[in-house]
């Protein structure tokens, strides 16, 4: 299947879910257990985009939503992980699921582990690609070095300025397409303040590790500045499984089907689908 990087997908739904006074949008595909899918800052739910149908051909309702400030999800007055895990038992509820596995990235991981910490009964199993696990210094280190300027130049410079700054800071096999989809999503999300980044910058994701009871993955990118994180998870946790991929956050976009391959095999085992999809790996 070829999957356009902006516009409607083949079988693809779209929602809104009223929690309290914001909307959350989310985007789904497929049928069966439902899978939610935490994108990571400053991204929206378009980061599952080359992943969702492949997880709904595998027997599954693939749910991703815009986390609040980001997409077409209204924002909180101040942003923080739990407070975005908070909106996820609602959207749940609307989707008429009583759990859910759930997979994140990034900040999106945190939030993943932050719902299987706080709703352990919503919670079937958890899978987070390359969680951060930082100190209290690292924490101050990333909140001290945030620009949370989303602002707009009159010249439309400030589009080429942030493709230069994520060509700069990302891995080299982003694709064009991949860059511009992210100069997109991160303006969207403005324009005065980037919520991911700083929500996932002053949380302390230690005090939750003893709390998750699920089944839970570790997937460790080689190439992602978090990788680290992985083995440090392994230790607190030896309980939880772990799997290594040869790339960082790139692969949901660039090679989505080795992506699914290490992500497919433990929903099935815990969620109870059968595989129905072949994935090649080359």
Known sequence: MTIPATGALPGERRGYVQCGDRQVHYREQGSGPVVLLMHQAPWASIQYRRVMPLIAAAGFRAVAPDLPGHGLSDPLAE???EGFATLLPPLLDALGAASAAIVGQHGGALVAGRMAAAYPDRVVALAMDNAP???????AQRQAAIDESQSVAADGSHLLDRWSLVRRIAEPDWSAETVHVSVLTYFANGPTREHGHHAA????????LV???????VVAGLTDPVFSSGRQLIERRPDWGYTELPGGAVMLLERPAAWCAAILPFLNTHLGVPQKLALDLH
């Open 79 to 81: 942003p923080t992980i």
């Open 133 to 139: 696990l930082y100190t209290s210094e690292r924490r």
């Open 201 to 208: 910058a002053r949380y302390d994701f230690s005090s939750d």
């Open 211 to 217: 709390r998750i009871a699920c089944p839970t993955l």
